[in-house]
């Protein structure tokens, strides 16, 4: 078999077998197959796509191309959830204490955050002490003891999608569905759990921009999961504005102890119970979505969801007592007050412009190599719908260092400003399963 020869098959548009897939990735994990090959083929997928049955090979080649993770020596039902991810998406800071104060075990690996997406990992490690890097013994024994561990992903784990997915980044191949989820799907297949929900976001700072698209993703990955007889189920949420109100490390996860302490902003609070409850009915905790929610907003209102993130953090080396007491979060040196240029309704906060502007503050990586400054970022201070007039603040700059102006700017233009007045937005549109 020659790779050149599946290359043109895919450009002529024609179906993959089992055999040709394989090659590819197995080659192409053990290096016999050079990135310029894998880029070709990436494009034709990208150009003219692949069925659900070329979908599904790909995703079980990738998910056995390196280790999978048996999670049956922790008992009980695990549950996973994954975002495709977007701007000030703490949600799993808040989503897994939470259903693990509902005795539901959450043995989550997560990723870090590239461009204008921040990720959980770097979320979690602006708290002092904690560490991610946790050996496999130590996980598993950490879910059994507390029903939750939220820890970096081994390099051993689905090592295809590593390098295919490096290679997509700098060869323009990200967005393409069979792409995607593939990649998200052998990930999370390999991780173990019993279930997964997805968190599908579309708008402006995501991957997908539309409704149509996003729910095109959903439908393929929990298919993937369907035939792989693994509960998978879908949400399709909005990213036409940054996720509650804080964009940044630190104060991501203020935030999301403050919603833990029933103080959160309200599409945060409705994403995280919603989810929650999906979760809570896929391991059969409960019967209802309904049941679901009464029983996460109890947890939230009797602050065990809280005591379940103080334990995570205790059990993952953290001080426990930056959860306690968040003012103890070191404070950036300059908090600047973004002032709104016209009166009107804001009909949106471009997700991806102010996520580029805050990861331009510190609070993201433009490359892997950057270091990240956990206490600056954007604190929200209007969502889309908010009646603003001239002169009013839109949202709060922290940042280290002074002089700031040419990103000021780009925070103050991402706010799309209009004389008509606008509902708010919904957070979440659909359940895909
Ligand atoms: N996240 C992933 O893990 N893979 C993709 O291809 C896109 C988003």
């Given at each position: 078999m020659r790779m050149v020869d599946i290359i043109i098959k895919k450009k002529e548009n024609k179906e993959l077998t089992r055999e040709e897939i394989s090659f590819f990735v197995k080659g192409f994990t053990n290096g016999s197959i050079p990135d310029y090959q894998a880029s070709a083929?990436?494009?034709?997928?990208?150009?003219?796509?692949?069925?659900?049955?070329?979908?599904?090979?790909?995703?079980?080649?990738?998910?056995?191309?390196?280790?999978?993770?048996?999670?049956?020596?922790?008992?009980?039902?695990?549950?996973?959830?994954?975002?495709?991810?977007?701007?000030?998406?703490?949600?799993?800071?808040?989503?897994?204490p939470l259903v693990a104060s509902c005795g539901v075990k959450l043995a989550k690996m997560?990723?870090?955050?590239?461009?204008?997406?921040?990720?959980?990992?770097?979320?979690?490690?602006?708290?002092?002490?904690?560490?991610i890097d946790i050996e496999k013994d130590r996980f598993f024994k950490q879910v059994n003891d507390i029903g939750i561990a939220i820890v970096g992903q081994t390099g051993s784990l689905v090592p295809c999608d590593k390098k295919l997915?490096?290679?997509?980044?700098?060869?323009?191949?990200v967005n393409s569905i069979p792409l995607i989820a593939s990649s998200i799907m052998s990930k999370k297949l390999a991780s173990g759990s019993d279930t997964i929900l997805l968190d599908v976001k579309f708008g402006s700072g995501a991957f997908m921009k539309d409704l149509d698209s996003a729910r095109e993703l959903a439908r393929t990955m929990v298919d993937i999961g369907d035939e792989l007889n693994r509960d998978t189920r879908a949400i399709l949420t909005d990213m036409n504005q940054p996720l509650g109100l804080a964009i940044g490390n630190s104060l991501e996860v203020i935030e999301a102890i403050n919603t833990l302490n029933g103080h959160g902003p309200s599409d945060l609070v409705e994403l995280c119970v919603s989810a929650g409850a999906i979760m809570l009915v896929q391991a059969g905790r409960v019967k209802t979505i309904e049941e679901g929610k009464e029983l996460l907003e109890e947890n939230i209102n009797n602050k065990s969801a809280l005591n379940k993130l103080c334990e995570m953090v205790e059990a993952q080396g953290g001080d426990a007592s930056y959860i306690k007491d968040p003012s103890k979060f070191e404070k950036a040196k300059y908090i600047i007050d973004v002032k709104s240029n016209k009166d009107g309704y804001i009909k949106e906060i471009n997700a991806l412009e102010i996520g580029e502007a805050a990861m331009k503050l510190g609070a993201g990586r433009a490359t892997k190599e950057d270091i990240?400054?956990?206490?600056?970022?954007?604190?929200?201070?209007?969502?889309?719908?908010?009646?603003v007039n001239k002169g009013d603040t839109l949202c709060k700059v922290y940042s280290n260092k002074e002089h700031?102006?040419?990103?000021?700017?780009?925070?103050?233009?991402?706010?799309?400003?209009t004389n008509e007045e606008l509902k708010t937005l919904p957070i979440i549109y659909e359940i895909v399963e």
């Open positions: 083929l990436a494009m034709a997928i990208c150009f003219n796509g692949m069925n659900k049955k070329e979908i599904g090979i790909l995703t079980d080649e990738m998910l056995h191309s390196g280790d999978t993770i048996d999670l049956s020596s922790i008992e009980g039902k695990k549950v996973d959830k994954h975002s495709t991810g977007g701007v000030g998406d703490k949600t799993s800071l808040v989503l897994g997560s990723g870090r955050g590239l461009g204008h997406t921040g990720g959980t990992l770097d979320k979690l490690e602006s708290i002092p002490g904690v560490t997915y490096a290679l997509r980044d700098v060869t323009g191949t990240i400054d956990f206490a600056t970022g954007i604190v929200l201070e209007k969502k889309v719908g908010s009646k700031v102006e040419s990103i000021l700017l780009e925070v103050v233009e991402s706010f799309k400003i």
